[in-house]
């Protein structure tokens, strides 16, 4: 773990979609989907071959010192490489790749990026399996998993955004342009869905990485040879794709100065405002009470519905379902162990009978049970489409036990409608992808809800808890590490808190509206009620060195005691007076695009500003 940004204990000691990728709303014809068949497939072969390969490819990456090289390039390459973070180990990764020559264009490029980066993960993951029967304690163990489990995910991720690209690329062919520009105008729902998978891909890398930051010996210096070079090897697709819109700027503009493309989203024409990603009878379905429901599965401990526990509904659901299979959870207190809806369990639909009726609970923690934070949830899902509604969910290790989640999220186009997240530190996980989260009541103490989704939170209630002595609350801890993740965190709507306890003594225990768990975090809040218990200076440093000018956190429009942004820190990521048309950026109807799959739940929603 980079200490700098390792998330700390506030105590002087360290913390321990669319299944079918190929699917658009306008099929292409037979030849072009024969065309790209073929090429998808070529594609996969390689990664195939990769996943056979028993060693760690070795790493291309230059020393830092050394001018950029021109030779055994074209300009379009180096100029690509010029609008990344890390153009030397961009330039090396590339210039032998097979068909890197023939690149006339951006789009190009950023194809053939992403398709030697999935060369690279498939490598990894392959190498990486290898070491699985080496001894290893527990903390070991748990880190090693999470790196197994996230490097296939990521996989995954970059499967669908080489699929989607290569797409985008023989509409460019067809179109007989080099540019790709209009393609884009009309595709930048595509866009989006890639540059989500593409930043999915970062952080699964980052969250392994930090994960084995926590453990040595071999195992460690064996992974971290298996992984090197990952993290920035997607930071530079992210960097080319999200510039591949404006193939004639290829000035070698710096990318820290260039707009980004994270906030232009299409405007639902009719105005509603909610994500696209779902349809009318959906949303129609979580709005029907719970009884009127014919559900796939039913959940009851008393044996009166087709399965006893959560685990066998989750086995027992179809894998890859292109439908949503709707699990009907009855009143009860479930505890089971590993309760997960994993990559391949899309479309899964839990509806509970209430708050506090229906409750999933766990009592995992770092400090007990010596486990990685990823490992601790109560409950954690990654399937695609996952929407859950009116269910509590509780983790119970207490506010001593340091990180210990309740509700871990990485699923996209996920909706949490009508829930209750209970916890102290680390309580909601919104670790990544496309998230939407309405009424649901929020408790913790240390950054209680934390990661790198692209999330929307609206009409929530953060419940601020009373920490142990010397902590101090802070509601946020957003990890956004890359200018070009279109990630972040948005509350709108909302209500900050306190609960009795710490009402009872919220002088002696601040609570803080957020603190940057990376150089790039990104929240705001915006139209929300903000407590007496928050401090005036409204936002925590992570620490006395870590930066705060690349950061970015907003306000606008809030109400309460502590609205006034008279006494908010001085610092220059933050903009505590944002203007109406910047904060639209991180309305439902712009934040996260797509509104049909929210829509469709029928989970009401505010596409705007209230004003």
Request: aromatic share 8%.
């Amino acid at each position: 773990m980079n200490t700098s940004y390792g998330r700390l204990n506030q105590t002087a000691s360290t913390r321990i979609t669319d299944p079918n990728p190929l699917n658009t709303s306008n099929p292409p014809t037979r030849t072009r989907a024969c065309r790209l068949i073929l090429f998808l497939t070529g594609a996969l072969l390689i990664v195939a071959a990769a996943c056979g390969i028993v060693a760690a490819a070795k790493s291309m990456r230059q020393p830092r010192n050394e001018p950029f090289p021109s030779h055994g390039t074209t300009r379009v390459i180096r100029e690509s490489c010029r609008l990344t973070r890390y153009p030397e180990l961009c330039l090396s990764s590339l210039k032998n790749f097979p068909g890197v020559m023939e690149a006339r264009d951006i789009l190009k490029v950023a194809h053939i990026s992403v398709n030697m980066t999935l060369l690279k993960f498939g490598v990894a993951l392959s190498a990486s399996t290898e070491i699985r029967n080496l001894k290893m304690d527990k903390l070991t163990r748990s880190a090693y998993d999470d790196c197994l489990e996230l490097l296939d995910d990521s996989v995954d991720l970059l499967v669908r955004s080489l699929s989607s690209i290569a797409e985008m690329t023989l509409s460019v062919e067809e179109a007989g342009t080099s540019t790709g520009g209009n393609m884009f105008q009309r595709g930048s729902k595509s866009k989006q869905d890639v540059m989500t998978w593409l930043s999915g891909a970062m952080t699964n890398q980052d969250t392994c990485t930090e994960g084995l930051n926590n453990v040595g010996g071999t195992i460690k210096y064996k992974m971290v040879q298996r992984l090197q070079d990952l993290s920035e090897l997607v930071s530079n697709c992210l960097a080319i794709y999200s510039a591949s819109h404006k193939i004639d700027d290829l000035a070698g503009t710096p990318i820290q100065n260039r707009r980004l493309l994270g906030f232009e989203q299409e405007i639902d024409p009719d105005n509603s405002g909610f994500p696209k990603w779902m349809s009318r009878s959906e949303r129609e379905l979580l709005g029907s009470p719970t009884r009127s429901i014919q559900a796939d599965i039913i959940v009851a401990q008393d044996g009166s519905g087709t399965v006893k526990t959560l685990t066998e509904a989750i086995k027992k659901a179809p894998s890859n379902s292109g439908r949503r299979i709707i699990i009907l959870v009855k009143a009860g207190t479930y505890e089971e162990d590993n309760l997960k809806v994993g990559r391949k369990k899309t479309n899964l639909w839990f509806l509970g009978e209430g708050k506090g009726r229906t409750v999933i609970t766990g009592k995992k923690s770092v400090a007990h049970d010596q486990i990685t934070t990823f490992h601790t949830a109560a409950f954690a899902a990654t399937g695609a489409g996952f929407v859950v509604r009116d269910i509590t969910f509780v983790n119970e290790a207490g506010p001593s036990n340091h990180q210990a989640v309740a509700l871990r999220v990485g699923a996209d186009h996920a909706v949490i409608y009508r829930c209750e997240i209970k916890g102290y530190q680390d309580t909601l996980y919104v670790h990544s992808q496309r998230q939407f989260y309405r009424e649901c009541d929020i408790y913790g103490t240390v950054d209680f809800i934390f990661g790198n989704a692209a999330v929307v939170f609206q009409n929530c209630t953060m419940w601020a808890r009373k920490p142990n002595i010397q902590q101090k609350v802070t509601i946020t801890a957003q990890n956004r590490k890359d200018p070009n993740q279109n990630t972040g965190m948005s509350i709108h709507a909302c209500q900050a808190r306190a609960t009795n306890d710490l009402e009872a003594s919220k002088s002696s225990y601040p609570t803080f509206l957020g603190r940057p768990w990376k150089i790039f975090s990104r929240v705001v809040y915006m139209e929300t009620y903000l407590g007496d218990h928050i401090d005036p200076r409204g936002w925590l440093e992570w620490n006395a060195t870590s930066p705060v000018d690349k950061l970015y956190y907003g306000e606008y429009g809030n109400i309460g005691p502590r609205a006034s942004i008279s006494q908010r820190a001085k610092w220059p990521g933050l903009h505590v007076n944002m203007s109406k048309g910047e904060a639209m950026k991180f309305t439902v109807a712009q934040f996260i695009i797509g509104q049909d799959w929210i829509t469709a739940t029928g989970v009401s929603y505010q596409s705007g500003l209230s004003e």
